[in-house]
């Protein structure tokens, strides 16, 4: 017995120098990181006027560069619009064609013809259909999208790639309005309109985004709604319809089947970037363009969510023509961001405390916050560490994110967007 409690006693003292060790040796390793982290930070001070310091040369030279730039992040700030905004003003006459953003089509398609109409086109567009789109619902955004808005009806300026949003569609039974001069079709349509009219008061008093009539309308709805027109005459109308009943069911089969869900919108962000794309080469043989998407869509490889997202896409193509494309995360450790919706309870979502490294977890930022300036922001090169840095500990998701970004902007305290 006293042989048994000696092996015992000799076995864990094994087991607790070898774990002594490995702790020892993932501390020492993490330190490694950190400290290749903060050797590839550089200042950066940002303004929708221009962007400044040492970082501002490092992403200007990189963006200059590039057919593509990605700005990936976490919605509801207004730094990152903002960060957007100043560089392609720092760009001159490097800057970009095309801003791409994550909405609708359709919704982009009003969004810039709003803009051109008049100064304050967007905000009264936004007044008139509250939320009919995310993002360009606040300020930050909405003057990122100006500061791209040509005007040319030819050649679009705004592409929007995503799925019509879920309370677009008061928004797209306006548009069907405005593509009809036939009051039996007007009569129609009034009929989907009190609908929808309908299930936002309910959905806005019962704080129930249940109501929500995009998601409630059935395929034979949508196939009532299409036989108010003639698909050889109304192609627009048509097109506008098929859209609202495709991302209907891309969000109705987030319930259902989260993977097939995201595997269509990421299908649908391809082949409506190449539609926005092929048409631009009308004009351009190689058309630039800057994306600001969330943080998962506009990363190179394979997203969180399993896909080869927009993000590789570009990634890709640029490629594919001989050139590059560069990938930007912002992220902000702490401040506020705006999570308001209409449905909320109240307005205290609008300015909500921001926890980065809960937030983004699934991404494994903890070790670049480590970085995190007292003030203005730093530029970390990740692509330098791709090619001869440290690793975190296996298993760390961080490092699958020094492949999927070239680069993140950390913020020292991000700043709610603003609502219209």
Same mark, same amino acid.
């Given at each position: 017995?006293?042989?048994?409690?000696?092996?015992?006693?000799?076995?864990?003292?094994?087991?607790?120098?070898? #774990?002594?060790?490995?702790?020892? &040796? &993932?501390?020492? &390793?993490?330190?490694?990181?950190?400290?290749?982290?903060?050797?590839?930070?550089?200042?950066?001070r940002i303004a929708s006027a221009g962007l400044s310091g040492s970082g501002a040369e490092f992403l200007l030279t990189q963006a200059a560069a590039s057919q593509f730039v990605l700005i990936g992040e976490d919605h509801g700030f207004a730094d990152t619009p903002q960060f957007a905004q100043g560089l392609q003003a720092s760009l001159g006459d490097k800057r970009f064609d095309h801003l791409v953003l994550e909405i609708g089509y359709y919704a982009a398609r009003r969004v810039e013809a709003a803009q051109c109409e008049r100064k304050d086109g967007l905000a009264r567009l936004n007044q008139a259909f509250p939320f009919f789109s995310p993002f360009v619902n606040f300020s930050e955004d909405g003057a990122l999208a100006a500061s791209f808005a040509a005007c040319d009806p030819t050649a679009p300026s705004l592409w929007g790639i995503d799925q019509e949003f879920l309370l677009s569609s008061q928004l797209h039974l306006d548009r069907l309005q405005q593509l009809t001069t036939s009051e039996?079709?007007?009569?129609?349509?009034?009929?989907?309109?009190?609908?929808?009219?309908? =299930?936002?008061?309910?959905?806005?008093?019962?704080?129930?985004?249940?109501?929500?009539?995009?998601?409630?309308?059935?395929?034979?709805?949508?196939?009532?709604?299409?036989?108010?027109?003639?698909?050889?005459?109304?192609?627009?109308?048509?097109?506008?319809?098929?859209?609202?009943?495709?991302?209907?069911?891309? *969000?109705?089969?987030?319930? &259902?089947?989260? #993977?097939?869900?995201?595997?269509?919108?990421?299908?649908?962000?391809?082949?409506?970037?190449?539609?926005? *794309?092929?048409?631009?080469?009308?004009?351009?043989?190689?058309?630039? =363009?800057?994306?600001?998407?969330?943080? *998962?869509?506009?990363?190179?490889?394979?997203?969180?969510t399993q896909q080869f997202d927009i993000g590789n896409l570009a990634s890709e193509l640029a490629e594919s023509n001989g050139g590059r494309s560069f990938h930007v995360l912002v992220l902000m450790n702490g401040g506020e961001v705006n999570r308001h919706f209409p449905f909320s309870k109240d307005s205290t979502d609008e300015r909500t405390a921001y926890d980065a490294k809960e937030e983004l977890k699934t991404l494994g930022i903890e070790a670049l916050l480590a970085v995190a300036p007292v003030d203005d922001a730093v530029v970390i090169d990740l692509a330098s560490l791709r090619a001869d840095g440290p690793r975190m500990p296996a298993g760390n998701p961080i490092n699958r994110l020094i492949y999927n970004y070239d680069a993140v902007v950390l913020v020292s305290k991000g700043h709610a967007a603003s609502s219209y």
């Open positions: 017995m006293k042989s048994l409690l000696m092996l015992l006693g000799a076995t864990l003292a094994i087991v607790l120098g070898s #774990y002594d060790v490995r702790a020892q &040796t &993932t501390e020492a &390793t993490e330190k490694t990181f950190v400290d290749a982290v903060k050797a590839r930070a550089m200042p950066l039996p079709q007007r009569k129609q349509l009034s009929v989907f309109r009190r609908e929808a009219d309908a =299930a936002w008061n309910e959905m806005v008093t019962k704080h129930d985004p249940g109501s929500i009539v995009l998601v409630n309308w059935s395929a034979e709805d949508f196939a009532r709604l299409r036989g108010i027109f003639d698909p050889s005459r109304d192609q627009e109308a048509v097109a506008l319809i098929d859209a609202m009943a495709a991302s209907a069911e891309i *969000y109705r089969s987030q319930n &259902t089947g989260a #993977y097939a869900s995201n595997r269509a919108r990421s299908v649908m962000m391809k082949s409506l970037f190449m539609r926005n *794309y092929q048409a631009a080469q009308a004009k351009q043989p190689r058309p630039r =363009a800057l994306f600001k998407l969330g943080a *998962y869509h506009a990363a190179r490889g394979l997203t969180p």
